[in-house]
């Protein structure tokens, strides 16, 4: 963050403008009437169309009749993850005292100097008593991003507790006889929706996928009480799981999932725990806590140090690392540091993919599982920096990719994805694309199917 060298005194008679004419405006307006503040006014992205406000004029933020040198404005918008972003378009607007919360703090973080910020707000909206004199707070400066480990939950002698992206979480080849992501274990993922009473669920699949298994390993012929048997118990494993979910959510990490890392397919293959993993999949959580060796960690993360390491060598001007930090996409970037980039837009990113996960292994898992995951090619057509062309490339099928950016190719180098070996000369073709308004299409054989599921998921998450 650039270091404050200008810092201010909040007076009674100062010159204060609140930013939100709205609910949190007018309490925050009334307090402050309370302790004898009578503000100027308020800002307001609608202010053509409100024009005034709790007896006070509503402004435009470019508005030239507010002094951008003297007005001290404080952000009453309740959404306190956005105050960063305001502020920020403050700042450009040329207003240097803003109060607010900075997005750093609330994430566990921030410069003494944000965090000063953060404790003058809390004094001026919550604290008691009238609020006559306040000094030492700072002029605003650009925020740049507060680089931290997030995957890393706890370390012992041996492993490293790890929040890990489900899009490079796979099953171990050995056990399944091809290493598929979580997200494409049909049986597992639609009959733990089906026990949790979830959309979708189903425990036909699952059912199937017991018989075959247990005819080829043990020859078990199937009954009716068997069939019974199996639903019944594993019906129970998921729902003990929800029960220590939401009663004790640290059964999760104290036991975690075993993963290896996969050097050729650069992903992680799980040695244990595919219903944990499975479970917590379902409940939504885009990154599962996993546990793996330091040596495995490591070879993980080299990519993003030696990015690092080329970043201090040239005193910190890196373009790339700069222009992965602002990420205005939010696409994920599935390294510990780089997690926190993507913020809000990480998660319609990682809702595509579990879209697509359902799409696919929900209309093709029995033919993935027969013919191989090779014959498919994929056409992805979006601005996703490449994101959803990763996860499939992992996975082993064909991409072809429609749009590149700087920061795909970027991407491509410090979390590669392996080029798969394609034997099938008769394959079937899936097109996804992203319209103008940010809806995604999913066209198999060149027939648009599930638009409107596509549409509904994708629409949520802008």
């Given amino acids: 963050m650039e270091k404050r060298k200008n810092y201010y005194t909040f007076k009674k008679e100062s010159k204060v403008a609140l930013y939100g004419a709205a609910t949190i405006g007018h309490i925050l307006n009334l307090r402050l009437q309370k302790q004898g503040i009578d503000i100027i006014g308020f800002i307001d992205k609608r202010a053509e169309e409100l024009v005034a406000f709790d007896g006070k004029p509503v ?47 609330l994430d566990g973080g921030g410069a ?42 706890y370390q012992d002698k041996e492993w490293n ?33 089906y026990a949790l009473s979830m959309p979708k669920g189903s425990a036909e699949e699952l059912l199937g996928y017991c018989m075959a298994a247990g005819k080829e390993i043990a020859q078990i012929e199937p009954t009716e009480a068997w069939k019974e048997n199996v639903i019944r118990s594993q019906s ?91 990420n205005e996409r939010g696409i994920p970037v599935e390294l510990p540091e780089l997690y926190g980039c993507s913020c ?21 898992y029995k033919k993935i599982q027969k013919e191989g995951i090779y014959s498919w090619r994929i056409t992805v057509d979006m601005e996703d920096d490449g994101f959803v062309s990763r996860f499939l490339q992992r996975c082993g099928f064909e991409v072809e990719r429609k749009k590149e950016t700087k920061n795909s190719v970027l991407l491509d180098k410090i979390l590669p994805a392996p080029e798969g070996i394609y034997p099938s000369k008769d394959k079937h073709s899936i097109y996804i694309y ?24 994708c629409a949520c998450c802008r």
């Fill in 59 to 105: 402004y435009a933020v470019d508005n030239p009749k507010i002094p951008r040198d003297d007005v001290i404005i404080i952000i009453a918008v309740k959404n306190v993850f956005e105050h960063s972003r305001i502020a920020e378009i403050l700042h450009q607007a040329g207003y240097s005292k803003i109060i607010y919360r900075p997005y750093n703090v």
């Fill in 434 to 457: 992203e319209r103008a308004d940010g809806t995604m299409v999913y066209a198999e054989d060149g027939i648009a199917r599930d638009i409107q599921e596509m549409e509904r998921i």
């Fill in 161 to 193: 507790f790890v929040r890990l992206p489900f899009t490079i979480l796979h099953t171990d080849r050995a056990r399944d006889g091809m290493s598929l992501p979580i997200s494409f274990l049909w049986p597992h993922v639609s009959f733990a929706r």
């Fill in 236 to 326: 129970e494993v998921f729902l003990r799981m929800n029960y220590m979910y939401n009663l004790h959510p640290d059964f999760f990490i104290q036991n975690a999932p075993v993963v290896k890392w996969n050097e050729e397919r650069k992903l992680f293959n799980l040695n244990s725990g595919k219903h944990r993993a499975v479970f917590q999949y379902v409940k939504g959580l885009d990154y599962i806590p996993v546990k793996m060796s330091r040596q495995d960690y490591d070879q993980w993360t080299q990519r993003y140090d030696q990015l690092s390491r080329s970043n201090a060598k040239n005193n910190g001007a890196c373009e790339e690392l700069d222009r992965l930090l602002k």
């Fill in 344 to 364: 809000l837009g990480g998660q319609k990113w990682f809702a595509v993919v579990r879209k697509l996960s359902d799409v696919i292994a929900g209309k093709h």
């Fill in 112 to 153: 003494a100097d944000e965090r000063r910020l953060y404790d003058v707000y809390t004094l001026l909206t919550e604290g008691e008593g009238d609020q006559d004199f306040i000094e030492g707070i700072p002029t605003y400066a650009v925020e740049k991003p507060v680089l931290k480990n997030e995957a890393i939950i």
